[in-house]
C-alpha cells in the first residue's frame, strides 16, 4: 500500500509502498477514506515532540472495515462497516481504562506515544524489507490502518466519509474539553481562544450545551468570521484589540466561566487566562511544541479561586458513538469545518500550510483524489 512516510524532519514527508497491515486480536482493519492534518502530527513532522522514525502519522480518520481481528466477537463491528477512528485509542485493560478513564490509558501513552506501537509491544507497520514503522495511533496518512476495536464507531451510511474524518480528533476532542474538562453547565459564558478545527468544535459544543455567551478570540478575521458562523455570539481579534478589556466588556465588566485555549502556544494561555472571571475554569488543550511552558499569575489564580483543567481528548469508548450521534444530527456541523482537501502526495504541503496558519478549520487528506 501507499504511505505518506517519515523519515527526517529535514525531508518530511514521503510517499512509499510499504506493507498492507494485517489486525490481530481486538483490531480491525480499515480502508482509509480519508485523514484529518492535526497541528499534533506537526509537531512530530517539525521535530518538536520527539517521536521515533521511520513513522508513519496521522490520527483521525474514516473508512470501511475490510478485516476483522480475532477476539472481536462482542464489539458488533464486521467487514463492510463505514466507520470514524479515534487518535485516543484505550487498551481496555489498564486500571485507567476500567475506571472508564481512557484519556489516561497507560499503555496508550506508554507504547504508541512513546514507541509507537500497539499494545502487545509491536508496531502493524512495515517497510517492504521488513523495516518496522513506528505509528503515531493508527497511522492513518495511509491506503489501510490498523485500529483497536476500542476506538471506532460505526457512521451511519448518510454521512460525509470524508468530512467524517474530523470525528475522531478535533470533534471529540472539543466534545470533551467541553463535557469533560470544563463540565459546562447551561447558561454559562465560554471564551475559545485558537478557533482551527479543535476550537471550532469546541464552539459548536458549547452552544449545543446551552453557553449563553461564546467568545471566540483569533488573530485571524476570516477565522472569526467562520466561527460566528458556527455559533460563536461574539468575536475578538488579539492582534487587535485587548483580550481582558473586550472579553470584560462584552460580558458586563465579569470574564466568562470557562476559557478554553486550543492552539498550546504562550501567547494564547495568556489569553485564556486574561478572559477568566474569578472562580472561573481555564481548560487547555492544546499541544505545546516539545517541552514548552506557560506563565501563570500566581497570585491571581489562587486569591480569585481560579482553576486550570487540562484536557487530552475525551474518553473514547463513551464519547465517540456521542460524537458521531451529534454529528449525524446536525449539532456538530462538520461539513463545513473541512475547509481543504489534498491527496496523499500533497499531504507535506498541507501541514506546511497549517504551520503558516493558512488553514481555516480544517485540511484533510482525501484517499480518492
Known amino acids: 500500500m501507499r504511505a505518506a512516510v517519515l523519515r527526517d524532519p529535514a525531508l518530511g514527508l514521503q510517499v512509499e509502498e510499504i506493507k498492507t497491515p494485517h489486525p490481530r486480536d481486538g483490531e480491525v482493519l480499515v480502508k482509509v477514506t480519508a485523514c484529518g492534518l492535526c497541528h499534533s502530527d506537526l509537531h512530530v513532522i517539525g521535530g518538536k515532540i520527539a517521536f521515533p522514525m521511520p513513522a508513519v502519522l496521522g490520527h483521525e480518520v474514516t473508512g470501511e472495515i ?12 464486521s467487514v463492510g462497516q463505514h466507520v470514524a477512528g479515534a487518535f485516543l485509542m484505550p487498551c481496555g485493560q489498564c486500571d485507567y481504562c476500567a475506571q472508564g478513564r481512557d484519556d489516561l490509558c497507560a499503555p496508550f501513552f506508554d507504547l504508541n506515544r512513546i514507541k509507537g506501537q500497539l499494545y502487545d509491544g509491536e508496531t502493524r507497520l512495515f517497510a517492504l524489507d521488513d523495516e ?13 490502518c490498523v485500529i483497536p476495536a476500542t476506538s471506532v464507531a460505526v457512521l451511519e451510511d448518510s454521512m460525509d466519509m470524508v468530512s467524517g474524518a474530523i ?56 477565522k472569526l468570521e467562520a466561527a460566528k458562523a458556527l455559533g460563536a455570539t461574539d468575536v475578538v481579534n488579539s492582534l487587535k484589540q485587548n483580550v481582558r478589556e473586550a472579553v470584560f466588556e462584552i460580558t ?66 463513551q464519547d465517540l458513538p456521542v460524537v458521531v450521534k451529534m454529528a449525524s444530527e446536525g449539532k456538530i456541523d462538520y461539513q463545513h469545518i473541512v475547509t481543504r482537501r489534498f491527496p496523499l502526495e500533497e499531504a507535506g504541503k498541507g501541514y506546511e500550510l497549517l504551520a503558516q496558519g493558512k488553514i481555516q478549520g480544517r485540511a484533510v487528506v482525501d484517499m480518492s483524489l
Not at 477568566?276 to 488543550?285: A, E, K, S, T, W
Open 132 to 144: 518496522p514503522i513506528a505509528m503515531y495511533s493508527m497511522g492513518a496518512l495511509a491506503e489501510y
Open 66 to 77: 475490510v478485516e476483522v481481528g480475532p477476539g472481536n466477537q462482542h464489539t458488533g463491528l
Open 167 to 222: 470525528l475522531g480528533c478535533a470533534a471529540l476532542t472539543g466534545y470533551g474539553a467541553v463535557r469533560r474538562g470544563a463540565d459546562l453547565r447551561y447558561g454559562e459564558s465560554v471564551a475559545v481562544v485558537a478557533t482551527g478545527g479543535i476550537g471550532s468544535n469546541i464552539i459548536q459544543v458549547a452552544k449545543a450545551f446551552g453557553a449563553e455567551k461564546i467568545i471566540a478570540i483569533d488573530v485571524a478575521d476570516d
Open 252 to 317: 458586563d465588566g465579569r470574564g466568562v466561566d470557562v476559557a478554553f485555549e486550543a492552539l498550546g502556544r504562550p501567547e494564547t494561555w495568556a489569553s485564556a487566562l486574561d478572559a477568566l472571571r474569578d472562580g472561573g475554569r481555564m481548560v487547555p488543550i492544546g499541544l505545546g511544541a516539545g517541552v514548552q511552558t506557560a506563565a501563570v499569575e500566581i497570585n491571581r489564580t489562587v486569591r480569585r479561586s481560579q482553576s486550570i483543567l487540562g484536557s487530552y481528548g475525551a474518553r473514547t469508548r
